[in-house]
């Protein structure tokens, strides 16, 4: 996927209270946010097809999510809520 759209994704964890963030890299030098969480919340995540997969932990609660990584250039990425069952890598369809 990643060099489909031209990009190299990164993963940052800084030191608290700054949140973790996943990132799009752009080959012409431009940066995009993919996902970001606030202080006191992490997540997991994995790209499968044109989605990345998101996990969020806050406490002892969690939250699945799908980010179309599609998105056109000049838009944000907005994060879709989907069940925990459509989460699972064995039932995602491309």
Same mark, same amino acid.
């Given at each position: 996927m990643a060099e489909k759209l031209g990009c190299t994704?990164?993963?940052?964890d800084?030191?608290?209270? %700054?949140?973790?963030?996943?990132?799009?890299?752009? &080959?012409?030098?431009?940066?995009?946010?993919? $996902?970001?969480v606030p202080p006191f919340h992490s997540f997991d995540a994995f790209i499968y097809g044109n989605y990345v997969y998101i996990t969020?932990?806050? %406490?002892?609660t969690k939250q699945?999510?799908?980010? &179309?990584l599609e998105t056109t250039r000049?838009? $944000?990425?907005?994060p879709e809520v989907i069940t925990?069952?459509?989460y699972n890598i064995r039932t995602i369809q491309k």
């Open positions: 994704f990164r993963y940052y800084p030191p608290m209270p %700054n949140a973790e963030t996943l990132a799009a890299f752009y &080959n012409d030098g431009d940066v995009k946010i993919i $996902y970001d969020e932990y806050h %406490n002892n699945f999510l799908r980010i &179309n000049d838009e $944000y990425f907005i925990e069952k459509n």
